[in-house]
């Protein structure tokens, strides 16, 4: 009978996806300008939108900016494609975190288009994202997107996106 | 537009907040059309490798150009929100050019407002990206 590999330690587990995460996301300085936040739970990713002045676009009413509810969607499809690519590779070791952290970030899948469809006005609160990879080719991918605010329940926007997939080594090396 | 209207407009749209933290501007605006750039920044960079700006900010300033256009439309409506907007991106936009875009609403209705545009960079020929959008109209009788 074959023996099962040992498993690790969760600690190193945890802190190892968690590492990966955080280089991706920090990496990106729009990311950064809007202020956009991942929580991890296992590979399902939830995308925080925490409110600041900056984002406002109607002053009145006031509501968030169309122009900032689909950078945030997109940026959820974006790492949410990523990571979903990514996952094996972290967790074979493929991918290398210390690398990563370094600033060697693996190459972003590319917008090709991206359709938002706006439900409701954006209030200013925190708002949140979840991606849903409907399809992930070697080439294209087609990924869906809903965002909430206070009840995950009551979208305030949708979208779907097609990205260009970055070539993977296997590929390049014929 | 009048233009005192057009002079308002744009001193509306230099007041949103959003567009203010990017430096977005409003160059040109009338009979439906409206003009916008926004400068290259590296605080809204999307690929570090390559300082290629975010899609995001490229959404931001297609969806404010194209609200502008339908407010500036003859039929003047008095407020607008998006229903949807759709962009393609064409390529990557140069790292370290403005981004200029410019809208058009070419149908209104009592209830919706149906806009197109087209960004570009130095390389006028070549667009980086463009837009189609659905929007609200409010207050046509």
């Known amino acids: 009978m074959m023996a099962r590999k040992r498993p690790e330690p969760v600690q190193v587990v945890k802190q190892r996806r ?4 955080s280089a991706l996301v920090h990496g990106v300085p729009y990311i950064q300008f809007l202020g956009i936040e991942f929580e991890r739970r296992g590979d399902e990713l939830t995308a925080i939108l925490p409110f600041d002045e900056k984002l406002i676009g109607n002053p009145i009413l006031p509501a968030i900016h169309g122009g900032v509810t689909a950078g945030f969607l997109e940026t959820t499809a ?6 979903s690519v990514m996952w094996d590779d972290i967790e074979t070791g493929r991918i290398d975190v210390e690398e990563l952290s370094l600033g060697h970030m693996p190459r972003l899948p590319k917008t090709i288009d991206f359709t938002v469809d706006y439900l409701r006005s954006g209030l200013p609160r925190d708002a949140y994202a979840r991606a849903r ?3 992930s080719g070697r080439r294209y991918a087609s990924v869906h997107v809903e965002a909430w605010q206070d009840q995950r329940a009551v979208l305030f926007a949708q979208a779907t996106g097609h990205f260009l997939m970055p070539p993977r080594d296997a590929d390049r090396d014929g | 537009m009048t233009p005192d209207k057009s002079k308002i407009a744009e001193q509306f749209i230099n007041a949103i907040p959003h567009c203010k933290s990017l430096n977005m501007k409003l160059t040109n605006i009338g009979a439906g059309v409206a003009e916008m750039m926004l400068p290259y920044d590296l605080r809204i960079v999307g690929d570090p ?24 439309h003859p039929a003047s409506p008095s407020g607008t929100a998006t229903i949807d907007l759709r962009i393609d991106y064409m390529r990557a936009a140069t790292p370290g050019q403005t981004i200029h875009t410019r809208a058009e609403c070419y149908r209104i209705t009592r209830s919706v407002a149906f806009v197109r545009a087209t960004a570009v960079d130095d ?15 409010e207050g046509i009788k």
Do not use: K
Request: glycine share 12%; net charge negative; charged share 10%.
């Open chain 2, 49 to 72: 490798e390559t300082g290629v700006i975010h899609g995001g900010a490229v959404s931001a300033l297609m969806d404010t150009c194209c609200g502008a256009a339908a407010m500036s």
């Open chain 1, 18 to 21: 968690d590492a990966a995460l």
């Open chain 1, 133 to 135: 990879v409907n399809r």
């Open chain 1, 78 to 83: 974006v790492i949410g494609l990523a990571w």
């Open chain 2, 123 to 137: 390389d006028a020929e070549n667009p980086v990206a463009t837009a189609t959008g659905a929007f609200t109209v």
